[in-house]
């Protein structure tokens, strides 16, 4: 089986794995009911943020049972969709964000070093790195966070009525990071455990509140990616 069918396979995955996503059906702006529609809508294509939630499940699987083929695969998903790092500060909180890594090379050296470089491996992944596309800016949006033990990170943030939104959430150096959504009238409009994926489809253009939690006791490092 070809790489790049694995990769198909696995994105057709992402989507019968996806949160429940929510029709997108109008409604009033009354801060006393949650701004989410609730409605099922039928699976589609893979949103990037979703992807880029599958290339971690991916990751977390292949280190998991040592398979250094999930790690190519979940490095070819993160190259195709494409992201732009940006500095999104947590709110009050005035500390530098970690530098950016390149997390699909790191991915790729992962798979390597675990796999002993075995020939196959280690050409397949030469080939994931020789088809990048310089310069490309995709559908993701990601900022890095470092969050002290038993801390949240509040990030405020805008979305548009009818139009799906995704946020994602995971510890690159943690398990313990957890991921909660709330609109402007304080209803729980997601929650979800690291590796977290929340998407959802507001009722109408309004501001949410992003929190990340740190359970564990020590410091960790995060990313958190939106669409």
Partial sequence: MTLRILVSLAL???????????AQTAAPADKSKENVTREAVKPGDPM????L???????TYGRANKDPLSLIVAAQIRQQVGVKVVERKPDGV???????????AGLLDEAKALSKNDKTIVALADDVKASATKGRVGGGIISLGQITGRTIHNRTMSFRAKQTAEIAAVGTDTNDIMLEVFDEGGHLICRDTDPAYCRFTPAWTGAFTVKVHNNGTSLAHYRLETN
Avoid: F, I
């Fill in 53 to 59: 939630h599958l290339s971690e499940q991916l990751a």
């Fill in 12 to 22: 057709m995955a992402g989507v019968s794995m996806a949160g429940a996503a929510v």
């Fill in 94 to 104: 005035d500390a530098a964000a970690p530098a950016a890594t390149d997390v699909v």
């Fill in 48 to 51: 990037p943020v979703q992807q």
